[in-house]
Structures are given as C-alpha cells and as structure tokens.
C-alpha cells in the first residue's frame, strides 16, 4: 500500500515518445521507469517526453533516476522534456540541474508543439 | 487507514503546557514512530503538511516541508537503521507561534559523517558516476530555513529542522 505503485503508459504522438509517470516517483520506480526508456530507445525515438501528474511524489531517489535517463539521452543523442510538473518540482529540477538538460512545459501540448518546432528545423 | 505488518505506527499528541510569563506560550508536540520501511515517510510527510496548514503556511513552504520531512526520515529509515523494520524512526513535529520544528532521529545502526551532511552534489559531475544519488540532504538544507545534525539522546542520528511562518518562500535559482 505504501509502496505506491507507479504506472507507466508509453503514447506515441507527432514522433514523441510520450512516457506517462502516473503516481510516485522513487526508488520503486526505477526498473519501470529505465525500462520504459529502453522501450521507446530500442523503436528508435529521438524525441521523448516524461509526462507528470501534477503534485505526485518525486523524492532523491527519484530525482536520481531520471538523472539516469538523462546521462543516456546525452549519451544517445536523444532530446528529452518534461511536462506535468508542479510548481514545487519544477523548482527542484531547476534547483538539482535537470531542467538544463530536459527542457520543462507545463503541458504536453506546448512540449509537442516544441518539439514539432525543433525537428521542423533540425 | 494505516494498518501494517504486526508493526503500527503510533501517534501522540503531547501539549506541553509551559506557560511563560505573561504571554501564555504553549508548545504543542505531536510525535510519530515510524518502522523503518520506506513508505512510512509518507505518513510524516502528511502529517507535518496537515498541521503546517492549520497554522498558515503557505503552499509552496508546505510543498518543501513535504520533500524535506521526506528526505529526513528516508535517511533514517535507509541509512540510519539500515532498513531494519523493528528499529523505529521517532520525528517530532513542535509547534511554536511563529515556526514549526522537526525533529527526526534514528535508532543509529549507521552513523552519518559529518562530510555527508555537507554534500552539494553538481549534476554535470553526477552523470560521470554510477551512483546518481545523494541529493537528499542538500535539498533539506535548500528547503528549510535552519538543517542541523547532530546525535540523539539514544545515540542515533538525529536531524532537526526549522522552517519559519513569516519568511518568504525561498526564490527560484
């Protein structure tokens, strides 16, 4: 019950990889979270999306997860974002440093329309 | 409702009337024992969110007293007590007119270094390394306006926090 399960539902919209995280991100979450990634990585995405839920729980741990992803979507040449975040999170990604490396939306549509705007000029 | 394992988590309500002087200064105490299993640290973390909004904090500094009460006693769950479910982190939340302190300590199978409490970790820097983490108390110090570590009276960790009602909510970097 505590151990709160997160789900992962992988979309596919305008040539991203949308990754949904619905529920809480932490240290339970990390073998769905890399093996979503490794999912959309192996079909050949270039452009992935991690869309929160608004106000779920994202701690150290989880903090240190998606800075995981992130060392491999460097490494990939991948184009990461976020969406979904709070406030609160939003600020903590600024605060850690990820938000240099994946670019933060409030929704998925304005991370969409980004993304169509980067592969138009790519 | 929270029921699990033989091992309850319990909660008292201690008023610890100490009339001061003329102004009439009551501290209230509320105090929580946490097996150690992660998961537990939610209860803190709503606990201390649900009586930081009784007395007026606002939402961005209920939002960072969640992740730092969080941190705290994940710490003392996975470091502390090494996850031993029959060793109990005890958090106290007091209640004074104008800040709320926390105090969280474990049962101290673990010891914190000091240079551990210190850690400011840069990301560019993490990714070089196979562990990610350590993010946990750099973001307590961050978030609260007074983080000290010390030992508890048993001889465990202990960490005690502060965070104002008054203050302004910390700027974005």
């Known amino acids: 019950m505590l151990e709160d399960e997160l789900n992962v539902n992988i979309r596919h919209r305008d040539g991203v990889a949308v990754i949904d995280l619905i529920g809480d991100v932490t240290t339970f979450a990390e073998e769905k979270i890399n093996g979503a990634y490794r999912q959309v990585t192996a079909q050949g995405h270039r452009y992935i999306l991690l869309n929160f839920?608004?106000?779920?729980?994202?701690?150290?741990?989880?903090?240190?997860?998606?800075?995981?992803?992130?060392?491999?979507?460097?490494q990939n040449g991948q184009k990461l974002a976020v969406s979904g975040l709070s406030p609160h999170f939003q600020k903590i990604f600024r605060m850690v440093g990820l938000a240099q490396y994946a670019?933060?939306?409030q929704t998925e549509e304005e991370a969409l329309s980004a993304f169509r705007r980067l592969s138009g000029v790519e | 409702?929270?029921?699990?394992?033989?091992?309850?988590?319990?909660?008292r309500l201690g008023g610890m009337t100490g009339m001061s002087g003329a102004e009439g200064v009551?501290?209230?105490?509320i105090e929580l024992r946490l097996p150690s299993r992660l998961g537990y640290e939610r209860i803190a973390m709503d606990t201390a969110a649900s009586l930081a909004r009784r007395m007026g904090f606002a939402d961005e500094?209920?939002?960072?007293?969640?992740?730092?009460?969080?941190?705290a006693v994940t710490n003392a769950i996975e470091h502390g007590n090494q996850a031993d479910e029959a060793m109990k982190v005890v958090v106290l939340l007091t209640v004074?007119?104008?800040?709320?302190?926390i105090s969280v300590s474990d049962q101290g199978r673990k010891a914190l270094e000091v240079e551990q409490t210190k850690l400011r970790p840069h990301i560019a820097d993490v990714f070089q390394r196979a562990d990610k983490g350590g993010w946990g108390i750099w973001l307590m110090r961050?978030?609260?306006d007074e983080v000290e570590f010390t030992l508890a009276p048993g001889?465990?960790?202990?960490?005690?926090?502060v965070v104002h009602l008054e203050r302004m909510p910390i700027s974005d970097q």
């Open chain 1, 53 to 74: 839920r608004q106000n779920d729980y994202i701690n150290s741990a989880g903090i240190a997860i998606l800075i995981g992803i992130v060392t491999e979507v460097n």
């Open chain 1, 103 to 105: 670019e933060i939306y």
């Open chain 2, 1 to 11: 409702m929270i029921r699990l394992l033989d091992s309850t988590p319990t909660i």
């Open chain 2, 26 to 29: 009551t501290e209230q105490v």
């Open chain 2, 61 to 71: 500094r209920i939002d960072a007293l969640r992740t730092a009460i969080g941190e």
């Open chain 2, 96 to 101: 004074r007119p104008n800040e709320l302190v």
């Open chain 2, 142 to 144: 961050e978030l609260m």
């Open chain 2, 155 to 161: 001889g465990g960790n202990l960490v005690r926090m």
